[in-house]
Nanobody, 113 residues
């Protein structure tokens, strides 16, 4: 069974930084592309960033240049470094192994203005 556990969210002022982590189990982590999504209240869940098995990355236009996705296969962990945070980044953030339909519980990020 695939399990995803996100952590690292919190309350931060605009312009600040946070680093999210997601530990995956139940999959061969190194063989899976991983992605981060987010969902703000009243909005649909949206794509944020993806990292392939070969470490190539892809970002939503809204976070390019501010967010960085990375992975550490030895720890079955994917990270999302978020810099220059804006109030519109406020959302619950989820990670996902792109081949699977499982979601974790997410971690809340709140950016105050």
């Amino acid at each position: 069974q695939v399990q995803l556990v996100e952590s690292g969210g919190g309350l931060v002022q605009a312009g600040g930084s946070l680093r999210l982590s997601c530990v995956a189990s139940g999959i061969i982590f190194s063989r899976n592309a991983m992605a981060w999504y987010r969902q703000a209240p009243g909005k649909q869940r949206e794509f944020v960033a993806q990292i392939a098995t070969g470490d190539s990355t892809n970002y939503a236009d809204s976070v390019k240049g501010r967010f960085t996705i990375s992975r550490e296969n030895a720890k079955n962990t994917v990270y999302l470094q978020m810099n220059s945070l804006k109030p519109e980044d406020t959302a619950r953030y989820y990670c996902k192994a792109t081949k699977y339909s499982y979601w974790g519980q997410g971690t809340q990020v709140t950016v105050s203005s």
